[in-house]
């Protein structure tokens, strides 16, 4: 984690990520967006509810914004993995592929909480979206 944080406070040439594979993954996330967290339970369950939407970033908050314009808070199923390359894009990999911030995609999941209610960033944005995954069909 600091050599990450080193890396992107020297702009190196080199992406940063942060694995997901352990029960702390939800305390840890990239150094920049404070707004954001991974599921650190296997099989949490989430909102059985579709949306599309596209990952965007705003200042130092990583959102989630639906096709209304509605933007959550995003947490993420266990096992994700969020990296920012050196020209600053996301790309979050979950459900077994890869989704590049600003790229529409249909999302399982909903309005939620996980952990301690008010937990995150609230100057991002008001409510969180626990993301289960993508929907069966291409992105």
């Given at each position: 984690m600091a050599r990450c944080f080193?890396?992107?406070?020297?702009?190196?040439?080199?992406?940063?990520?942060?694995?997901?594979?352990?029960d702390t993954a939800e305390q840890r996330p990239v150094p920049q967006f404070s707004n954001y967290r991974i599921i650190a339970e296997p099989e949490y369950p989430t909102p059985d509810s579709f949306s599309n939407g596209k990952?965007?970033?705003?200042g130092s908050c990583l959102l989630l914004e639906t096709e209304s314009g509605r933007r959550f808070n995003p947490v993420f199923p266990?096992?994700?993995?969020?990296?920012?390359?050196?020209?600053?894009k996301v790309a979050i990999s979950f459900s077994?592929?890869?989704v590049n911030q600003g790229n529409v995609v249909p999302l399982k999941g909903g309005s939620g909480e996980y952990g301690q209610v008010g937990s995150l960033d609230s100057s991002c944005a008001e409510k969180n979206f626990i993301v289960g995954g993508l929907r069966d069909q291409d992105i």
């Open positions: 080193a890396v992107l406070l020297a702009f190196a040439a080199c992406a940063c990520s942060v694995p997901a594979g352990n990952f965007i970033t705003v266990h096992g994700t993995e969020v990296t920012v390359a050196p020209d600053g077994g592929r890869v």
